[in-house]
């Protein structure tokens, strides 16, 4: 079945560093891809999304492209702030689907 | 402001008793939804609802029961016959059940504990 993989965390940086988190994706067909940031005792809120291959999704300094050939949604920062720390979860959802299908979500903590 | 309220924010089920999460959308928004999140884990699918008076089972029904009387309101029961009802539920909406693409939009969570 259709399932998504993250880099399993906790992840901890450093303010201003540069930050990846790996999303890859099994599935059948195209996809619409999302990000997602939960905050410490909060719903979630949608980060970027891209819906189609090659597709960049961006938004407050981070970063995603829709690769189709590796299957992957990679987030991206170039210089991370205290303020982001947060759990980070990867979805997809097809045309017709009902519901997201979700990552484990990784837990990212930024150290000032 | 347009959004999605759900309350409480904490609730408390003693065994063998029915607790109902409340979760009320200003979007004007046709589909809800009902996930239920566990720690370290992925949000999973507990029903969804596309118009009033229609609900359809998600991935992990048993044990919840939902209504849609009202286009806003989508609230869930868990019944005693949730067995590992401990959680943080998410209620979303969305313009759309099934354009891919689309956003959905979550509530601020209720995380229910079992006494």
């Known amino acids: 079945g259709d399932s998504v993989t993250q880099m399993e965390g906790p992840v901890t940086l450093s303010e201003e560093a540069f930050l990846t988190i790996n999303c890859t994706y099994t599935a059948t067909g195209y996809p619409s891809l999302f990000w997602y940031v939960q905050y410490p005792g909060e719903g979630l809120q949608l980060l970027l999304k891209a819906t189609k291959a090659d597709d960049k999704g961006s938004n407050k300094g981070f970063e995603a492209t829709y690769r189709k050939e590796t299957t992957s949604f990679h987030l991206e920062k170039g210089s991370v702030q205290v303020s982001d720390s947060a759990v980070y979860f990867c979805?997809?959802?097809?045309?017709?689907?009902?519901?997201?299908?979700f990552g484990q979500g990784t837990r990212l903590t930024i150290n000032p | 402001d347009g959004g999605i309220t759900q309350s409480p924010k904490y609730l408390f089920r003693k065994e063998g008793q029915n607790v109902t999460l409340s979760c009320e959308q200003n979007l004007n928004h046709d589909a809800m939804y009902w996930y239920r999140q566990d720690p370290g884990q992925g949000l999973r699918l507990i029903y969804y609802?596309?118009?009033?008076?229609?609900?359809q089972k998600g991935d992990i029904a048993e044990g919840y029961s939902v209504s849609r009387e009202k286009k806003e309101s989508f609230p869930l029961t868990v019944t005693s016959a949730q067995k590992n009802p401990t959680a943080f539920y998410l209620c979303?909406?969305?313009?759309?059940?099934?354009?891919?693409?689309?956003?959905?939009?979550f509530g601020p969570g209720t995380r229910l504990l079992v006494l």
């Open positions: 979303a909406s969305s313009t759309s059940l099934t354009l891919a693409g689309e956003t959905q939009y």
């Open positions: 979805a997809l959802r097809y045309q017709g689907a009902q519901k997201l299908v």
């Open positions: 609802s596309q118009i009033v008076n229609d609900f």
